[in-house]
């Protein structure tokens, strides 16, 4: 099947379980998933049961469709999103974009957990992403041009929607939340960078490193949405602190800034909604 062949399969075989009509559209990074949680009215659409979707490898993360409201607004979330590193081309883990563009969504929200390359930051902070560079090596547009969905060579200027952000900032301060700001840059991993690759990064004018987000981002864009990018920046990068990275304590931070996130998630929310 063609790229556009699976996305219709995909929209039809949903539509066969939901008539669901969301506006806004959640992908959730490592550890702050449970926000599905609370959304009311829950449909879960697997993506095993999705003709022709790619099943994440990730374990405990097999991958869903979650559709529901919050506060009364529709949402389509994804549960376990699709990772570059795990084998699978940028057009393909960008399918769930597609098909909630399919959907009706005209806002995105992006999550990941990130490490921090700008040395100001410290784990556990929150940052909204006002722009990226993809360092992935691969951009999600190449192939055939999807004319259905948008041009052949999008404007990236404004990927990060700047009129959000500008309402978010003031709302998470009020709320008492430290939320910074600053560039998301894409490494394809699965390996963490070496302390050489942060610095060159920081050089670069990277603040934070992450292996997802930014194929996501640009399909988005591509498709019209406005996008929103949070990350949880969860360790410092590589060779900031005299330390090895694990994985354990990104989970670890990301457990642990929970709360703030929850209620960043919810202001977003509400900015959306207009
Ligand atoms: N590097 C890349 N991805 C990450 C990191 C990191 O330090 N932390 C969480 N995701």
């Known amino acids: 099947m063609t790229i556009s062949q699976r996305i219709d399969a995909a ?8 008539d669901a009509a969301p506006a806004v559209g959640l992908i959730l990074g490592s550890g702050l998933g ?3 949680d609370r959304l009311e009215g829950r449909t879960v659409v697997p993506f095993a049961e999705i003709p022709g979707f790619p099943v994440s490898t ?3 993360h097999a991958g ?3 559709f529901g409201t919050y506060r009364g607004q529709a949402v389509a979330a994804l549960q376990g999103r699709i990772h570059y590193y795990e084998g699978y081309d940028q057009q393909e883990i960008t399918l769930p974009v597609r098909v909630m563009a399919r959907l009706g969504v005209r806002s995105l929200v992006l999550t990941n957990a990130a490490g921090g390359v700008n040395l100001d930051f410290a784990a556990g902070c929150l940052m909204l992403i006002a722009d990226h560079i993809n360092f992935s090596g691969r951009n999600p547009l ?3 041009n999807l004319d259905q969905f948008g041009p052949r060579f999008p404007d990236m200027s404004d990927i990060y929607t700047r009129a959000l952000r500008e309402k978010i900032r003031p709302l998470a301060a009020q709320a008492g939340i430290d939320l910074r700001e600053g560039v998301y840059m894409m490494y394809s991993g699965p390996s963490y960078e070496t302390p050489a690759e942060i610095r060159c990064f920081r050089t670069m004018g990277a603040d934070a490193v992450g292996m997802s ?3 996501e981002a640009i399909v988005a864009r591509h ?5 929103v990018g949070v990350s949880c920046i969860t360790n410092m990068a590589a060779g900031v602190l005299d330390r090895k990275l694990d994985h354990s304590e990104v989970v670890e931070t990301a457990r642990r800034v929970k709360g703030d996130f929850t209620r960043l998630l919810e202001i977003i929310l509400d900015v959306l909604r207009g």
């Open 11 to 18: 929209y039809e075989y949903i539509r066969t379980r939901t």
């Open 34 to 36: 449970d926000f599905c």
């Open 58 to 60: 990730v374990e405990g």
């Open 64 to 66: 869903a469709f979650v």
């Open 142 to 144: 190449i192939g055939p």
């Open 213 to 215: 987000t930014v194929p």
């Open 223 to 227: 498709c019209g949405m406005d996008v």
